[in-house]
């Protein structure tokens, strides 16, 4: 999983007084901590905090005192921020969209964009560009009932086709008709729609959008005239955090190195900027505020040309407060500053309480206030000269604060990231500035061109450094993922604090906190169990996220049958090293969507490639796919799977159900009922392949006759509710695997398929829940385990 920016303040590498102003900071956490409450308990418990906070405000205010005038403010902001979310909230609750009725049925909205389209199958693995499905952000505008049009506001998510929507700028309007799914999770989102059709304009975006994208358009095409594919990838993601032409493997680099927040945009690139244009504006000895001035604009200016990210919305409305203390004269105070921002932020958009990016960026902003500035000193007593020091305390008291969120989200833990943050720090800035240089004189061929050039040292310098720390061995140590693994490392980071402020309790604090690192973070990684455990396994899921990919053992040492990649080269090709397979004789790739092909890559490196099989109804399916080109770079032969087909190993016997040869009239322009559909019998019993098909295929299923009985169901389509009860019953599986993403838009699996599976007397397991999941055992007496954490709820 991908980590949003980690942040800098403006004056991130200065020394700032010992005594940090903290007035500002609970009631920043206040509004924090009651958003979340409100947003994950809805509207009634928003309307008792409100009024809690009202009669504590009348209680406190016939108390006098310092405190006490403290806590009424904390107690009114808290009652504040509930008395504007429980409005938001009651409309969201009771939205018409909403209604459960009106889930798997088509509607007709009018909708203004806010963001622009992202790729969510996207990987760009095989290099060949961005996914097939994208999420767009947008407002509802209007909706259509009876024939007629009515206005209808709330937040809704789209998903939508990307080659159709790529162009798609925040401020546009369009209309379209979708299905409604209801959405998953806490938020302010009133509905989510799946569109398959194009847009229908009725209002142009913004002519500032316009302007935006054809910069960013400038800069990539610059980028890809003058670097090679990995720096042309890099340059844009250090800019505006465009990553779509950053190949697989350097992502990965970037996230085993700690590296991932320099391809997000976050408050460094602006904090770069603003401060480059400042810095220029004083140097001609321009007065006060118009050198504030024209760093607000480029402020402004940057935050359009980006995007609205929560780590740019947090920095630029902290800027904002700094450049108006420059206009006053006064000095710049970063904490209450970032807690001011937190405030404004929390009141506008409560949504950002729950944003990862968001949490990421205050954290590390806060550590390089609280915390950094005390390292420097320290080392500088130590003898550490002022610029080393400086470069050693800033990312180290960034990663340490980030660590436990970073840790929630991904279950990883970075080894080496100060160090890699150390060394490609110095290049980042004259790289962004070099960039969004190139970006503004992008029209002018030649100079943006020389720009561009200008930024390839400090860009292949950021790429060695990625590739070096990433090839470190134990660069990444495994950690529980969710609360309890961010609690932990928390605890660690808490030891190290307390033992560099407690000079009398610093030697046992310290080595108390060196043990206690070495057996959470290096023993679980120094000493990892066999995967599988317990002997020889049939079928493992394995966890790539939202998308499919199965392994089926072939009874023959290191081989074994891939159905489907996934959408990420690196995940399925982790799964496939823990298993150690090195010769895969057969890829089945079920059909033409991203989550399902993308990460061939994953596959076909390092790896003997024999066949692959390509499903779909039509042979033109695959055509822009790229998948082709990866077959032949792997030196791999490409097959048809056509309903009737046997293939054999001595421990894997594959039936092919579908599709029916010469399928493609029949099909049409269904790509997920056009799947290849797999019967496997092995050790562990027989096991149903299903890809992506739905209601359609299901029934032409049923009605063909085949013995669809099998021990081990892999759920169609991630668990959707496009699957007939007649389909499950006639399949009547011990054992039900649904492959889906964690937390993904779609609202997959559908809570009645795993309740009609769970009814039917099957065992569930999904992959967002237990990671990688492998079938052991024997038919009658399965077994199932997963390499996830147990702590996770299944339910």
């Given at each position: 999983m991908t980590t949003r920016a980690v942040a800098t303040a403006p004056n991130a590498g200065k020394a700032t007084p010992p005594s940090a102003d903290m007035r500002l900071v609970p009631a920043a956490a206040g509004t924090w901590a009651v958003t979340l409450v409100c947003l994950c308990t809805g509207w009634q418990v928003a309307s008792g905090v409100a009024c809690a906070g009202c009669l504590a405000t009348v209680a406190l205010a016939f108390l006098r005192g310092r405190r006490v005038n403290g806590a009424v403010v904390l107690v009114v902001l808290g009652a504040a921020t509930a008395f504007c979310l429980v409005p938001r909230l009651h409309h969201v609750e009771?939205?018409?969209?909403?209604?459960?009725?009106?889930?798997?049925?088509?509607?007709?909205v009018r909708v203004e964009l806010t963001r622009r389209p992202r790729p969510t199958d996207a990987d760009p693995a095989s290099g060949r560009g961005a996914g097939e499905r994208s999420v767009v952000?947008?407002?509802?505008?209007?909706?259509?009932?009876?024939?007629?049009?009515?206005?209808?506001?709330?937040?809704a998510l789209l998903l939508v086709p990307t080659s159709s929507w790529a162009d798609s700028l925040p401020g546009r309007r369009v209309r379209t008709t979708a299905v409604v799914v209801p959405p998953h999770g806490a938020g302010l989102l009133a509905t989510v729609l799946v569109v398959h059709?194009?847009?229908?304009?009725?209002?142009?975006?913004?002519?500032?959008?316009?302007v935006a994208e054809d910069l960013r358009a400038g800069l990539r095409e610059v980028c890809s005239r003058v670097l090679g594919s990995e720096a042309a990838g890099l340059l844009p993601g250090l800019v505006i955090g465009d990553t779509g032409a950053l190949p697989a493997t350097v992502r990965e680099e970037f996230r085993k190195a700690g590296l991932t927040h320099l391809t997000a945009v976050s408050g460094a690139n602006l904090a770069i900027v603003c401060g480059a244009a400042l810095a220029l504006l004083r140097l001609v000895r321009a007065p006060r505020p118009l050198a504030a001035a024209g760093a607000g604009c480029a402020l402004l200016g940057f935050v359009v040309l980006a995007g609205g990210e929560p780590s740019v919305l947090r920095a630029a409305v902290m800027g904002g407060i700094g450049l108006l203390a420059l206009v006053l004269g006064r000095g710049r105070a970063t904490l209450p500053a970032l807690a001011a921002s937190v405030i404004v932020l929390l009141l506008v958009d409560p949504e950002l309480a729950i944003r990862p990016g968001f949490a990421l960026s205050v954290t590390a902003t806060a550590a390089l206030v609280l915390i950094a500035p005390g390292w420097s000193t320290a080392l500088r007593g130590r003898g550490v000269p002022r610029g080393l020091a400086e470069a050693l305390a800033v990312p180290a008291a960034a990663q340490l604060a980030t660590g436990p969120v970073v840790v929630a989200l991904s279950g990883e833990f970075s080894l080496v990231g100060v160090l890699a943050n150390i060394l490609a720090e110095p290049v980042v800035a004259p790289a962004t500035v070099l960039g969004v240089a190139a970006t503004l004189a992008a029209g002018i061929p030649?100079?943006?061109?020389?720009?561009?050039?200008?930024?390839?040292?400090?860009?292949?310098?950021?790429?060695?450094?990625?590739?070096?720390?990433a090839d470190v061995p134990l660069a990444t140590v495994p950690l529980p993922a969710g609360v309890f693994g961010a609690v932990l490392l928390a605890a660690c980071a808490g030891l190290v604090l307390l033992g560099a402020r407690f000079r009398a309790t610093r030697r046992w604090t310290?080595?108390?906190?060196?043990?206690?690192?070495?057996?959470?973070?290096?023993?679980?990684?120094?000493?990892?169990?066999?995967?599988?455990?317990?002997?020889?396994?049939?079928?493992?899921?394995?966890?790539?996220?939202?998308?499919?990919?199965?392994?089926?053992?072939?009874g023959?040492?290191?081989?074994?049958?891939?159905?489907?990649?996934?959408?990420?080269?690196?995940?399925?090709?982790?799964?496939?090293?823990?298993?150690?397979v090195e010769r895969v004789p057969l890829?089945?790739?079920?059909?033409?969507?991203?989550?399902?092909?993308?990460?061939?890559?994953?596959?076909?490196?390092?790896?003997?490639?024999?066949?692959?099989?390509?499903?779909?109804?039509?042979?033109?399916?695959?055509?822009?796919?790229?998948?082709?080109?990866?077959?032949?770079?792997?030196?791999?032969?490409?097959?048809?799977?056509?309903?009737?087909?046997?293939?054999?190993?001595?421990?894997?016997?594959?039936?092919?159900?579908?599709?029916?040869?010469?399928?493609?009239?029949?099909?049409?322009?269904?790509?997920?009922?056009?799947?290849?559909?797999?019967?496997?019998?092995?050790?562990?019993?027989?096991?149903?392949?299903t890809g992506d098909i739905e209601l359609a295929a299901q029934r032409r299923l049923l009605g063909s006759g085949e013995r669809l009985r099998a021990e081990v169901l892999k759920v169609p389509h991630h668990g959707s509710r496009y699957t007939s009860e007649e389909f499950l019953r006639a399949v009547s599986p011990e054992l039900a695997l649904i492959s889906v993403g964690h937390g993904n838009d779609y609202g997959h699996p559908s809570a009645a398929i795993v309740a009609t599976l769970r009814s039917s007397g099957a065992l569930v397991r999904r992959t967002d829940r237990r990671g990688d999941i492998a079938v052991l055992g024997d038919p009658g007496r399965l077994r199932v385990v997963g390499s996830g954490n147990p702590l996770r709820p299944e339910e």
């Open positions: 009771t939205h018409e969209l909403r209604a459960a009725e009106l889930h798997g049925e088509s509607v007709g952000r947008a407002e509802l505008r209007a909706l259509r009932k009876g024939g007629e049009w009515h206005p209808i506001g709330g937040r059709q194009p847009p229908e304009e009725l209002r142009a975006a913004p002519p500032v959008q316009r030649r100079l943006g061109e020389l720009l561009v050039w200008a930024a390839a040292p400090e860009l292949e310098w950021i790429l060695l450094v990625a590739r070096r720390a310290v080595l108390g906190a060196c043990l206690a690192l070495v057996v959470v973070l290096i023993v679980p990684a120094a000493v990892r169990p066999p995967w599988p455990p317990g002997g020889s396994w049939s079928l493992v899921a394995c966890d790539v996220g939202q998308g499919d990919a199965l392994v089926l053992a072939t023959v040492r290191d081989t074994a049958v891939v159905v489907d990649t996934g959408p990420s080269a690196a995940l399925v090709g982790e799964c496939l090293d823990r298993l150690g890829l089945v790739l079920t059909h033409p969507h991203a989550d399902h092909f993308a990460g061939i890559a994953g596959v076909a490196d390092g790896r003997r490639l024999g066949r692959v099989a390509l499903g779909g109804a039509c042979r033109g399916a695959w055509r822009g796919t790229g998948v082709r080109a990866r077959i032949a770079e792997a030196g791999a032969r490409e097959v048809r799977l056509a309903a009737g087909q046997r293939l054999g190993w001595p421990g894997l016997v594959l039936e092919v159900l579908a599709p029916a040869a010469g399928g493609c009239r029949a099909v049409g322009e269904r790509v997920n009922d056009a799947s290849a559909v797999l019967k496997a019998t092995t050790p562990a019993g027989r096991v149903l392949l």
